[in-house]
C-alpha cells in the first residue's frame, strides 16, 4: 500500500508540476492553463466473474470504490477546452481453487474536449474525447491478456465557480475496445460509468 501510494502521489505531482511550468494567468478569467485534483466512486465493478458449466477456474472479485488523480486543462475560446487527466484506481482478485489473491492498479489517461454550455459562475458543461488504460502492479499473469488498452469517454457534469476555485462534479462513462482480463471465468468490463469530483485553481 505504501508503494501504491507513493505511486499515485508522483505521478499527481509530476503532472501539477508540468501544468504550473505552462500556466501564468493573470486572473481567473484570462486563465489558460488550469490545474486541479479529481476524486470520485466507480459506480462498475473492474471485473466480472462469469460461472460457465464445466469452468475450472473460478474467481471472487473486489473492486475499490475509489478514483484518484490530477488533471491540466486548456482554454480555449467560446467555451471550449481541451483536458487531460491521469486517474488511478486499484481492484483485487482470488483465484478460488488455490486462494492465490492479485492486486492489480489501473492508470486512465482520458484526453477529451470540454464544452462549457453557458456562462456564469454555474456552468453545465459536456466532454468526450479517447482515454488510454494501463495495468499496473502485477507481472505478466494468465489472466491479463492486454495490459494496455484504449476507448472512448464521454461524461457531463457542472462547474461551479468558488473564487480562485472550481468544483466539477460530474458523470462520467468509458467503454473499452479491449478487456484486458479475458477468460472465461474472469473478465474486464468494458463500460464503465464513474462519479468524479474535480477542484481545479
Keep these: 500500500m505504501h508503494k501504491l501510494t507513493q505511486t499515485v502521489l508522483s505521478g499527481t505531482l509530476l503532472l501539477a508540476s508540468a501544468a504550473l511550468l505552462l500556466s501564468v494567468p493573470a486572473t481567473a478569467q484570462d486563465q489558460l492553463v488550469s490545474i486541479g485534483f479529481k476524486g ?14 464445466g469452468t475450472i477456474l473460478q474467481y471472487a ?30 481492484f483485487q482478485y482470488q483465484n478460488a481453487t488455490n486462494s492465490v489473491s492479485q492486486n492489480p492498479g489501473s492508470w486512465q489517461f482520458p484526453l477529451m474536449a470540454k464544452y462549457r454550455i453557458l456562462p456564469g459562475a454555474v456552468r453545465p458543461y459536456v466532454l468526450g474525447g479517447v482515454s488510454f ?51 472465461s471465468a474472469l473478465q474486464s468490463n468494458q463500460n464503465q460509468l464513474a462519479l468524479l469530483v474535480g477542484l481545479t485553481f
Design 133 to 183: 488504460n494501463r495495468i499496473t502492479n502485477v507481472s505478466d499473469l494468465i489472466e491479463l491478456k492486454n495490459r494496455s488498452t484504449s476507448g472512448i469517454v464521454l461524461g457531463g457534469g457542472v462547474e461551479v465557480h468558488l473564487g480562485v476555485l472550481k468544483l466539477s462534479p460530474e458523470l462520467r462513462y468509458n467503454n473499452w475496445t479491449d478487456k484486458s482480463f479475458n477468460i
Design 61 to 90: 472479485q473486489t473492486t475499490n470504490r475509489y478514483v484518484i488523480g490530477a488533471s491540466v486543462e486548456l482554454h480555449l475560446p467560446a467555451g471550449f477546452s481541451i483536458e487531460l487527466d491521469a486517474l488511478h484506481s486499484s
Design 40 to 53: 470520485g466512486i466507480p459506480f462498475t465493478d473492474a471485473l466480472s466473474t462469469p460461472t460457465q458449466p
